[in-house]
């Protein structure tokens, strides 16, 4: 998957926006980099954190959109900063992805998540703050790669169970959910197959109460 591609498909890809009526909105950002002979992107590990219905799991940086922000993608690029140290505004704005609805059993309220997609050719450092635990940076082709899928088990949700991707060198770092969702959809206006097949799963990973 070559970035050229990757800006012809998604810079011009019109997205899906869903309703914010009676939704929070939250904003994210798929980055981008070099990563030798093929492209990275950027992944958080969560601070486990009481209170936090994502607590310790894999994500893009992002959060809520406030109202001092002049847009979602404002937003994103915030979080970006507050979370990770990576100026995105000195990054190439590649596209934005299909809004993502999100919901969790400790919210009443719905939320819309937005994403949007980033280059970051610069080099710029990464500087985790307190609300992330660690910062994997991933080849886009882990997400072809059969042999990496994973059940996780959420005790958010007892006795489901949700396909994922491993990342990562850590046995718990797995990538499912929302973040799963905005991964395939990347893929899918990308012109490529998700190749993460829950047909050649792996033993399933409890997540941590």
């Not at 799991?57 to 959109?65: C, E, L, R, S, T």
């Not at 000195?90 to 939320?111: K, P, S, Y």
Request: glycine content about 10%; charged content about 25%; hydrophobic content about 40%.
């Amino acid at each position: 998957m070559r970035i050229d591609e990757i800006r012809a498909r998604v810079g011009t890809h019109r997205p899906a926006l869903l309703d914010l009526r009676d939704n929070r909105h939250g904003a994210v950002a798929m980055i981008l980099r070099p990563g030798g002979a093929e492209l990275e992107v950027l992944f958080i590990e969560r601070t486990r954190c009481d209170g936090d219905p994502w607590s310790g799991q894999m994500a893009f940086p992002g959060g809520m959109v406030e109202a001092y922000d002049a847009s979602a993608r404002a937003a994103s690029q915030r979080e970006t900063l507050e979370e990770v140290g990576i100026d995105l505004t000195e990054a190439e704005f590649v596209g934005r992805l299909d809004d993502v609805q999100a919901r969790h059993r400790a919210h009443q309220r719905g939320i819309v998540v937005s994403g949007f997609v980033f280059f970051e050719e610069n080099g710029q450092r990464t500087a985790a703050n307190y609300e992330v635990a660690d910062i994997v940076w991933e080849p886009l082709t882990t997400f072809m790669d059969a042999g990496r899928f994973a059940f996780v088990e959420s005790p958010a949700a007892p006795g489901e169970r949700f396909p994922g991707i491993r990342v990562g060198h850590c046995e718990h770092q797995i990538v499912w959910g929302l973040t799963r969702r905005f991964i395939i959809n990347f893929f899918e206006i990308a012109g490529h197959t998700f190749g993460v097949d829950p047909a050649h799963s792996q033993p399933i990973v409890k997540e941590s109460d």
